[in-house]
Nanobody
Framework: QGQLVESGGGSVQAGGSLRLSCVVS????????MAWFRQAPGKEREGVAT???????RYADSMKGRFTISQDNAWDTLYLEMNSLNPEDTAMYYC??????????????????????WGQGTQVTVSS
C-alpha cells in the first residue's frame, strides 16, 4: 500500500516559478510510473506529465515547454518544476502512482483510471 505526500505549492505572481515534490512511501512494487495531475476549480482533473520506462518523461501536449518532471535515483521522490506560471495554472496539483511502468509508446500514460494511488494534493495559486 503506497502513500504519496505532495509539497511545494504556494502563491506566486505571474511569471514566477515553483517546484513541487512528492514523496512515496510504503510501496512494495518493483516498478511503477508516477505522474502529476492538476485540477482547477470547476474543471476536471487533467494530466500534466509522467515518468515512463527508462526514466523518460512524457507530457500532455498543453504542458510542454514550461513544466519539467523528474524523479530521484531511488524513485521515491517525484518533482515538478514549473516556470513562467500564469493564472491559468492555478489548481490543486496531485501526485499519482501507477503500479507497473508505462512504456514510452503507451498512449494512455495520463489516463486517470490507470493510476492506483493518489496524494492529497498541494495548492498552487498564481496571481496576475
Amino acid at each position: 500500500q503506497g502513500q504519496l505526500v505532495e509539497s511545494g505549492g504556494g502563491s506566486v505572481q505571474a511569471g514566477g516559478s515553483l517546484r513541487l515534490s512528492c514523496v512515496v512511501s510504503g510501496t512494495r512494487y518493483s516498478s511503477y510510473s508516477m505522474a502529476w495531475f492538476r485540477q482547477a476549480p470547476g474543471k476536471e482533473r487533467e494530466g500534466v506529465a509522467t515518468i515512463v520506462s527508462e526514466g523518460k518523461p512524457r507530457y500532455a501536449d498543453s504542458m510542454k515547454g514550461r513544466f519539467t518532471i523528474s524523479q530521484d535515483n531511488a524513485w521515491d521522490t517525484l518533482y515538478l518544476e514549473m516556470n513562467s506560471l500564469n493564472p491559468e495554472d492555478t489548481a490543486m496539483y496531485y501526485c499519482a502512482l501507477r503500479v507497473g511502468l508505462f512504456l514510452f509508446d503507451d498512449e494512455d500514460f495520463l489516463a486517470r483510471d490507470e493510476y492506483n494511488y493518489w496524494g492529497q494534493g498541494t495548492q498552487v495559486t498564481v496571481s496576475s
